[in-house]
C-alpha cells in the first residue's frame, strides 16, 4: 500500500471508531462485575472482570475502575480474542488518580495505560502534551524514558519532535536524533492545511525536510530563500517566494508562484505554469494544463500516457 493511501485509510478508520463505537457498561451477574460494549476496530466484547468486589465497585471513568484492592483498565486490542480487563500492577485504589493523555499515578507509583513506568517519580511526575510527560531529572515518552534531553528546557512541537536548550530533535525507536539545526529560536515544524502529519521545517537559515519513516537515516536541509514565505506544496514539495523545494533539493526550473500538486495519493507528482514534476524531475514533454494523475507513477495529458515507475 502506498504510504498517503495508508494515511488516510488509518484516518478513515479513526473517524468511523470514533463515530460508531459504545461506551463501555459495566453490570453486575450472580456476585461478578463484567464489562459490555462494542468498537468499530475490536468488535463486540463482554468480559468477566476476574477478583472484583461488586459491593466496592465503582467507576473513575468508562476505562478505569477500581474496588477496595485493585485498580482496573479496560484495555481494547485489535480482534475480540485480545480484549480483557488489566488490574494495574501495584495501584492503591485509595490514592489512585487519572493525570490525562494516558498517564496515571497513585502516591507510589506511576502508569502510562496499563503499563508500570519503573523509572518515574510520582511525586515530581507532571503531563505534557503529546502522550509526553516528565519528572524533575527524566523526560518520558508513552511508558519509556526519553534519554539525552534536559526536561527543564524541553519544547515539545509534535509527539516525534522535540527540542531542549541544546538542539531539536527526532524521537527515533531506540534513541534521540539531533537535527543539528542551525537556530533554535527560529525553528518551527511547517505543515499544509488541514494535514496532520510533518514532513518539513524551517530555521530562518534551512529549510529541513524530515521524511516520511520515523527511522529515517538522515535529516535532509537546504537552505532557505525567504523564512517568512515558506510553505508546503504536499509531503515531497515546498516552496517560498523565490524557488521551489524537492526533499532537500532546490528545482531551479519550477516556478514558486505557480506551483502547486495535483493529487493527494500520489504527492511524487506536482506541477507549475510550465512543467509537470515526479520526484525532483521535469517530465519531459507533459503539458501541465491537461495532466491527471491516473495511478501511483502514472498520469496522462492531452497527447499520451506517462509511466514514470
Known amino acids: 500500500m502506498n504510504k498517503y493511501s495508508a494515511i488516510t485509510l488509518f484516518s478513515l478508520l479513526f473517524l468511523l471508531s470514533s463515530c460508531l463505537s ?65 488490574a494495574l500492577e501495584q495501584a492503591d485504589p485509595t490514592t489512585f488518580e487519572l493525570l490525562g493523555h494516558g498517564y496515571s499515578r497513585d502516591a507510589h507509583h506511576v502508569w502510562y495505560y496499563s503499563h508500570l513506568i519503573h523509572e518515574a517519580d510520582c511525586k515530581s511526575f507532571r503531563v505534557l502534551q503529546e502522550d509526553y510527560g516528565r519528572t524533575d531529572s527524566l523526560l518520558f515518552y508513552c511508558s519509556r524514558p526519553v534519554y539525552g534531553i534536559d526536561p527543564n528546557t524541553v519544547v515539545i512541537y509534535s509527539n516525534k519532535y522535540l527540542g531542549d536548550k541544546n538542539d531539536v530533535y527526532r524521537l527515533e525507536p531506540d534513541y534521540l536524533k539531533p537535527l543539528h539545526v542551525s537556530d533554535k529560536e527560529s525553528f518551527t515544524l511547517v505543515q499544509k492545511k488541514d494535514d496532520v502529519f510533518y514532513f518539513w521545517a524551517k530555521d530562518k537559515n534551512y529549510v529541513y525536510y524530515l521524511g516520511y519513516h520515523e527511522n529515517d537515516s538522515n535529516i535532509v536541509r537546504s537552505t532557505i530563500a525567504d523564512y517568512q514565505s515558506f ?77 514514470l515507475r
Not at 37 to 47: A, H, R, T, V, W
Not at 258 to 275: C, L, R, V
Not at 279 to 290: C, L, N, Q, S, W
Open 22 to 86: 459504545t461506551k463501555p457498561s459495566y453490570y453486575e451477574k450472580e456476585g461478578q462485575m463484567y464489562v459490555k460494549g462494542f468498537e468499530f476496530i475490536y468488535g463486540k466484547y463482554d468480559l468477566l472482570l476476574e477478583d472484583a468486589d461488586p459491593a466496592t465497585f465503582r467507576t473513575i471513568d468508562h476505562y478505569y475502575t477500581v474496588d477496595a484492592n485493585h485498580v482496573y483498565r479496560l484495555d481494547l486490542f485489535f480482534g475480540t480474542w485480545n480484549n480483557k480487563i488489566v
Open 231 to 307: 510553505e508546503v506544496v504536499n509531503h515531497d514539495y515546498a516552496r517560498d517566494k523565490v524557488q521551489v523545494y524537492y526533499h532537500d533539493s532546490i528545482l531551479n526550473e519550477a516556478d514558486p508562484a505557480t506551483m502547486k500538486s495535483i493529487e493527494y495519493f500520489d504527492q511524487e507528482f506536482a506541477k507549475d505554469k510550465y512543467h509537470v514534476f515526479y520526484r525532483g524531475k521535469i517530465v519531459e514533454d507533459a503539458d501541465p494544463k491537461t495532466f491527471k494523475v491516473t495511478g501511483y507513477g502514472i498520469g496522462k495529458d492531452k497527447n499520451r500516457e506517462y509511466n
